[in-house]
């Protein structure tokens, strides 16, 4: 069934948010060269290319995760959006409020916080279509009436939990919070942790909704296992921020809540192992395989990740590793190894059920080319971030720049191997890219050329 | 059920983190110089590259006690004319001197990284150098 107009708000997101990756990624290769050398293009120093990078590799996540959202309940779910409209003023508000981000970062106008690095009145019409998001997705699940399965769940607790945070990342704009030292440093790592945990519950929802489509099996999604892990994940979403503060005056019991709540991910991964070998043999069978192997990408970071998460949660480590690099590796691991690369399942999940005469079901070269150079490359990457953060957490000298320069060949890797990490992403992005405007063309009555460039199989 | 309980939670644990649970004894209160300084660091993103307390960009070092370890006069020059590793980024000599006074206040807030602490067994830390 060709789409119809009104799935086509969804995939516009999805496009979007490629070609926010894409251009994320370009900024963060500069940045990671300039980390090596500092002058590298004097009109764009580093301070601007950080925050473009971070901007548009987020915006990439939120992108890609609402896109799924507004394509599969109007389209999958049968779910009519409550307001297409509303959807389409969100779309094209992100887009002016991106271009005028873009536009303050490139003339050095900042408002100076870590991720939302651009003035703050940016914000509000981000705010204000978040509220338009919310009443459209609440009002579109009344149709709904059966007890919601967890992605329902998920996405919706994302949504408002976002908004809650994001709220809360803006007190810095009150005195009371800006004018004590601890407090707006509080203020900062209590809202971003969280509104971290926030857009993983937009991600992760659309990761168990992907996974339940392709296995056929609806039950899994509400199942009480699914809720307990939702709920330990909405736990640690509200205390567990906390231990990105350890080593900011506060009192001692917060940081001992938050190690405790952290610690309680172990049970997350503990289950993730237990299951691993059920689902990898109930993905085999599938017939989604571009879909399947980013998703089992994704599984294999989500260890990863979480054992080095389950270590620096720990204060006698997190002495160690705090304001190093190996921050920077577990966010990296984190926003690509894990959301990308559910984000990208997601992507070609959609065009494989979209575009089944076009896309066969093996997995086609030129993407699992890309999937293999992104993630041998991002497996470097994160090694060397982590043995930079080794080094500089270790280093008991007072000379910043020696430490530097100790360091340097890990940088020297880790500037090298995020060209290959780009390269890789650009090629998995160009096909998605191109197939996702087949859709859209096949929507707005144009013949797509069935050219089965994507079924040249490897598998 | 569930959900309500951990947004109540939610809703009470930040009032308390916002008030009991930060305060802390901090030093002396924020100046008007100091409060101009916190304007100018975020207008040029500073926290791109710097970090308070290890947060922020891991580029440049950690400024937390910069001031107590440096002196006031080495951070100033490092503002106001750059370094090989450090541009400059064109600060008039007020504006630079309010940084400077900034990252005095932030100097009286706290240690880091702390210098005196107790690692228990379990793998807490008890850090003796915060202000009590």
């Known amino acids: 069934m060709i ?42 120093l580093f301070n601007r290319t950080r925050p473009i990078h971070v901007s548009m590799v987020v915006s990439w996540i939120f992108l890609a995760a609402i896109g799924g959202i507004y394509f599969y309940l109007p389209r999958q779910q049968k779910l009519s959006l409550w307001s297409p409209n509303a959807a389409k003023i969100h779309f094209w508000v992100f887009i002016v409020t991106g271009i005028a981000i873009l536009y303050s970062y490139v003339t050095g106008k900042f408002g100076g916080r870590e991720y939302f690095m651009f003035p703050a009145i940016l914000s509000l019409p981000i705010f204000l279509t978040w509220i338009l998001f919310g009443v459209n997705y609440f009002n579109t699940l009344k149709k709904y009436k059966e007890p919601w399965p967890v992605y329902y769940w998920m996405w919706g607790t994302g949504i408002v939990f976002f908004f809650i945070t994001f709220c809360e990342s803006y007190l810095w704009l009150i005195p009371y919070f800006r004018e004590s030292m601890v407090r707006e440093i509080i203020v ?25 489509r392709i296995a056929g099996n609806q039950d899994a999604a509400k199942s009480k296992m699914a809720y307990g892990l939702f709920f330990l994940g909405l736990t640690n979403l509200i205390f567990g921020w906390a231990h990105h503060t350890y080593l900011v005056p506060s009192q001692t019991w917060i940081r001992v809540l938050a190690y405790a709540i952290s610690m309680t991910e172990l049970f997350i991964l ?58 920077v590796a577990h966010a990296m691991g984190s926003t690509i190894g894990i959301n990308t690369m559910i984000l990208l399942s997601s992507l070609f999940y959609v065009i494989r059920e979209e575009l089944p005469e076009n896309v066969h079901a093996s997995c086609s070269k030129q993407v699992m080319t890309g999937f293999w150079i992104t993630n041998v490359s991002l497996a470097i990457f994160f090694f060397a971030l982590v043995m930079a953060g080794f080094g500089r957490g270790l280093y008991e000298g007072a000379s910043f720049q020696e430490m530097a320069l100790q360091i340097r060949p890990f940088l020297v890797v880790f500037a090298i191997s995020g060209i290959a990490l780009m390269l890789g992403m650009w090629l998995v992005l160009w096909n998605a890219f191109r197939l996702l405007g087949k859709i859209i063309s096949s929507a707005n009555g144009e013949k797509v050329r069935g050219d089965g460039e994507l079924s040249t199989a490897n598998s | 059920m569930i959900f309500g309980t951990l947004f109540v939670s939610f809703v009470f644990y930040s009032a308390y983190i916002y008030t009991a649970g930060t305060e802390v004894a901090h030093g002396p209160e924020i100046s008007d110089e100091a409060r101009r300084g916190q304007q100018v660091y975020q207008e040029y993103n500073c926290m791109a590259c710097h970090q308070f307390y290890g947060l922020g960009g891991y580029m440049g070092p950690d400024l937390t006690n910069v001031i107590s370890n440096r002196g006031a006069a080495y ?52 850090q003796e150098d915060d202000p009590q």
Request: glycine letters at 10%; proline letters at 3%.
């Open chain 1, 3 to 44: 789409a119809r107009q009104n799935d086509l708000i969804g995939l516009n997101f999805l496009r979007l948010g490629i070609v926010s990756l894409a251009i994320g990624m370009f900024f963060g290769v500069i940045g990671g060269f300039q980390f090596l050398f500092p002058d590298f293009l004097q009109e764009l």
């Open chain 1, 188 to 212: 900062q790592w209590k809202s971003y942790g969280a509104l971290t945990g926030s857009w993983n519950m937009l991600v992760y929802g659309t990761a168990i909704y992907v996974a339940t």
């Open chain 1, 270 to 327: 503990g289950k993730i192992l237990w299951d691993w070998r059920a689902s990898l043999t109930t993905f085999q069978k599938n017939q989604h395989c571009n879909a399947y192997r980013f998703m089992f990408a994704a599984d294999i970071w989500v260890f990863i990740n979480l054992v080095l998460a389950l270590i620096i949660s720990v204060p006698a480590f997190n002495l160690i590793t705090h304001g190093t690099h190996i921050t």
């Open chain 2, 75 to 126: 951070a100033g020059a490092f503002i106001a004319a750059g370094t090989a590793t450090m541009p400059n980024l064109g600060l008039s000599p007020e504006e630079t001197s309010d940084v400077v006074a900034f990252l005095g206040f932030v100097d009286t807030t706290g240690t880091y990284p702390p210098k005196n602490y107790d690692v228990t067994w379990y793998g807490t830390v008890r």
